[in-house]
């Protein structure tokens, strides 16, 4: 039987709230009707393709800074930066009319995947190392915390793709002037 040390029982504690954070932000019930929604206000292979060029090119842009930046001054301040520009991702994102837009809802995106994921992974192994005193169980750690990110985006995918397939059943509210 395996014994559970206390290292062991403080680091589990210590990440948990981690683990509740990455499963929550993960949990984004657009995901699974966004392309659909894309074809409804222009987008063409064209488009997608230049939207996702310019993602492309803003996140290892971003990666750098957020980086230094999270050493500097604080990787609990990036972490806050990357969940408020999720938002206001979701926020531009769900109120977008046009390519343009819904372009630039994207390149948040790109801002909150660029400091979110150096700044996550420095401080498990932080967390780590500061309780267990050596960084054996980083990987351990790590893969535990990308397990649990895959949970919310599943869950997203399950609840999106159940709520856009009965949302035709029920009365949408529409905007003035739409057919």
């Not at 206390?6 to 683990?19: F, G, M, Q, S, V």
């Not at 409804?40 to 930046?69: H, K, N, R």
């Not at 190392?129 to 915390?145: I, K, P, V, Y």
Request: positive net charge; charged residues 20%.
């Amino acid at each position: 039987m395996l014994m559970r040390t206390p290292t062991r029982t403080r680091l589990r504690k210590r990440l948990l709230p981690l683990h509740i954070a990455v499963g929550l932000q993960g949990f984004m019930l657009w995901v699974p009707v966004e392309k659909l929604f894309m074809t409804e206000i222009g987008f063409d292979a064209a488009a997608v393709g230049a939207m996702a060029a310019a993602y492309a090119a803003l996140v290892p842009i971003i990666e750098i800074p957020s980086g230094i930046l999270a050493d500097r001054w604080s990787r609990r301040g990036v972490l806050i930066v990357a969940s408020l520009s999720l938002l206001l991702c979701s926020l531009i994102g769900g109120l977008s009319t046009n390519v343009l837009t819904y372009t630039v809802s994207a390149l948040v995106l790109g801002v909150y995947f660029a400091m979110y994921s150096g700044t996550m992974d420095s401080i498990i192994y932080d967390t780590v190392l500061e309780e267990a005193g050596d960084s054996n169980t980083f990987e351990q750690r790590l893969g535990r915390w990308c397990r649990t990110g895959a949970v919310g985006p599943e869950a997203a995918r399950r609840g999106g793709g159940y709520g856009g397939e009965n949302a035709r059943d029920h009365v949408v509210p529409r905007w003035p002037g739409d057919r």
